[in-house]
């Protein structure tokens, strides 16, 4: 439970628009992959739902949008890109998997210029 919390609810709570800074590959796919878990079981217990349900499930990925881009800008800091280079999310395929192959990269060793 402290992992989820650490890695997930202080994400959405403390750092919910913060672009700026660092966020490590653990601190990154921690958070994406509590993200799946949480809205696959939102998704499931929403279905019975009908379209209310489906209402409801837009409006959490609405509210999850902003921390996971911001997320995301960490991470590409953590590795010395700028958080522009999300924009690669707008070429169809080949910008969704160069992004992947930039978010498994290691981190930068030592300070970059995206520390405060």
Request: proline share 3%; charged share 10%.
């Amino acid at each position: 439970m402290e992992v989820f919390k650490t890695y997930y609810w202080n994400i959405l709570t403390k750092n919910y628009v913060n672009f700026s800074g660092r966020a490590t590959r653990k601190q990154y796919w921690l958070f994406v992959l509590f993200n799946i878990i949480v809205f696959a079981v939102l998704a499931f217990v929403l279905s019975f739902l009908g379209n209310t349900g489906n209402v409801l499930y837009y409006l959490c990925n609405l509210a999850v949008l902003l921390p996971s881009l911001a997320i995301a800008v960490r991470r590409l800091h953590d590795i010395n890109f700028s958080g522009w280079w999300m924009l690669l999310v707008l070429l169809p395929f080949l910008g969704g998997l160069i992004l992947l192959v930039l978010m498994l990269l290691p981190s930068t060793q030592g300070a970059n210029r995206f520390d405060k």
